[in-house]
């Protein structure tokens, strides 16, 4: 199945007017929480939610409309640039799921870490870039529910945003109705080798579908 939503993101230069000026007021990576910082932030939700149609920049799930509340993700992370906090092409909007999955974990290849400027060549990633890389050439979504690589990046962008955790299927599950419909989902899991999945997350992911299923019945009997 071909991806439904954004490719890439098409970049606008210049959405935030004073970007360069705010690059020289952060001090170290925790002056991403300076209070100073709040206008910016509301603007840079309001420019990635209509850029990205309002989909987490990883895994593609609904964002809340405007962006309100959903986490400025920095593509590099502040640890490993703190320079770069306000850099427009390291800034996407992220689900919570993939956002803090991926928390402080390296993005670059590590002979770029020490790069003077914004690394701008998709090749300087391990993982996909939403501004650089086409989302279709390295992922694929299947069943509407797994992730499933089809390059080391995708590889390595399932594993750092915890793409096929029990966060996103989860989510993935209830949008695609499968609440009702336990053994569909069950019968997709039998075959853990095709989405790349460990064995552990199975089971995982198939006691915590057949408690909820028990759950489901009980309540339906007491109803
Ligand atoms: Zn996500």
Redesign the pocket.
């Known amino acids: 199945m071909s991806f439904p939503f954004f490719e890439k993101i098409d970049f606008v230069e210049e959405y935030i007017p004073s970007h360069k000026i705010l690059i020289l007021t952060v001090s170290d990576k925790n002056s991403w929480s300076d209070k100073k910082f709040q206008y910016v932030k509301k603007k840079i939700r309001f420019h990635y939610s209509v850029v990205q149609d309002d989909k ?6 609904q964002l809340n409309f405007g962006g309100y509340s959903e986490p400025i993700e920095h593509i590099v992370p502040r640890a490993d640039n703190y320079l770069w906090m306000f850099e427009q092409k390291n800034l996407v909007l ?2 919570n ?3 803090s999955c991926k928390s402080g974990k390296s993005t670059l290849k590590p002979a770029m870490l020490t790069s003077a400027t914004y690394p701008a060549n998709k090749t300087d990633y391990i993982i996909y870039h939403p501004h650089f890389d086409i989302y279709s050439n390295e992922l694929e979504f299947e069943d509407n529910m797994f992730y499933k690589w089809k390059t080391n990046k995708g590889k390595k962008t399932i594993e750092v ?1 915890g793409l096929n955790n029990m966060a ?1 299927l989860f989510y993935n599950a209830a949008v695609n109705n499968m609440n009702n419909d336990y053994d569909s989902v069950l019968d997709k899991i039998m075959y853990p080798n095709k989405y790349g999945l460990e064995k552990k997350d199975v089971d995982e992911f198939r006691k915590a579908l057949v408690r909820r299923v028990k759950h489901l019945k009980k309540l339906n009997k007491a109803k």
């Open positions: 987490c920049a990883y895994c593609r799930r992220s689900c799921a993939c956002n945003c996103h």
